[in-house]
């Protein structure tokens, strides 16, 4: 399985999938069609389906012109039918759907909004995390409540550490100025930061990241730990208390 990043807009990644043996190819998130077109004229492929993590539009803007001219089919979540422009396969929560030679699963992920899903691909360990999981960071709640968004990211922390982990946005640098700031002493953080700014300054993408590095730098996946916790001033606060004060926080960072 072959997956390339295609900048978007401003700072939003479309993923293309290639599979190899059954020469399938999809794009997660195509938020414009022009670079994703390019991208596959280059390479001499053609589309055949469009994978969407949830409605935004920063996720589906290239929805229609894509599906016009590859005639792909459109692959999205069921209970967010009405929101998911040209939707053609409508998944459920926990369905495992195939893909070329492979097979993916959906996981209900809501928060960011209530119809968000990640794509799992179990045998690859790989998961396309939307707007849910960032690297070093986590989406805005807009729909759901903080207990939602809470308990999807707990969904995606329980998969196996090994997982590469493909988010919307290249947030990371920034979101990494977040995480240090309450939790400064976390060595792992320190060194992912160099290499972050080691990518960022020769304009390569910091995704995929690792789940392992996630659990160990990324904030909102230490709400237990007791340096974070201490930064907060919350040593008797449960986990969930501390995302929600993390979320808020980030909101205004
Ligand atoms: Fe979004």
Redesign the pocket.
Known sequence: MQIIPIPCLTDNYAYIINDNISKIVGVVDPSEATPVIAFLKKKNLQLNYILNT?H?F??IGGNLELKKMYNAKIVGFEKDKKRIPGIDIALTDNECWKFGSFELKIIYIPG??LGHICFYFENEKVAFT??TLFSLGC?RIFEGTYEQMFSSLNKIKNLPKDTKIYC?HEYTEKNSEFCISLDSRNKKLISKINDIKLKRSNNLPTVPSSLKDEIECNIFFRCEDEQVKSSLKMKNNTPIEVFMKLRDLKDNF
Do not use: E, N, V
């Open positions: 949830h935004h920063d996720h960011h909004t939307g707007d989406g919307g």
